[in-house]
């Protein structure tokens, strides 16, 4: 089991950038077993895929409109994962949220394969 927490949404310009954190925490297991998604809800719309990196950052995938401007990371002994995003517009406004799954190697971008979530944080970029 994992516990996770979002962090460093806000409010930025077109053009701006912003880094979110997801900070887990494993009972019985460390964090870094755990493959960790990106995903958002944009206003009125469902949930959708991000980004993900597998366990011991063996494969990252992005979803194709973030490619070249967002990149996934980890970061073992801090048990976080991180999601840069660069060059933001406003279509990337949107709830985020961490979700993690213990399929070590798989590319899994269904929400559905993750059964542990944070809770969410905000990101609105102004045009």
């Known amino acids: 089991q994992v516990q996770l927490v979002e962090s460093g949404g806000g409010s930025v310009q077109t053009g701006g950038s912003l880094t979110l954190s997801c900070a887990g925490t494993?009972?019985?297991?460390?964090?870094?077993?755990?493959?960790v998604g990106w995903f958002r809800r944009p206003p009125g719309k469902d949930r959708e895929f991000v980004s993900l990196v597998t366990v011991n950052s063996g494969t990252t995938h992005y979803r194709d409109s973030v490619k070249g401007r967002f990149t996934i990371s980890r970061d073992a002994d801090k048990n976080a994962v991180y999601l840069q995003m660069n060059n933001l517009k406003p279509e990337d406004t949107a709830v985020y949220y961490c979700?993690?799954?213990?399929?070590?190697?798989?590319?899994?971008?269904?929400?559905?394969?993750?059964?542990?979530w944070g809770q969410g944080t905000q990101v609105t970029v102004s045009s």
């Open positions: 494993a009972s019985g297991t460390t964090f870094s077993e755990f493959s």
């Open positions: 979700a993690a799954n213990k399929n070590r190697f798989r590319v899994d971008v269904m929400p559905q394969m993750y059964p542990y």
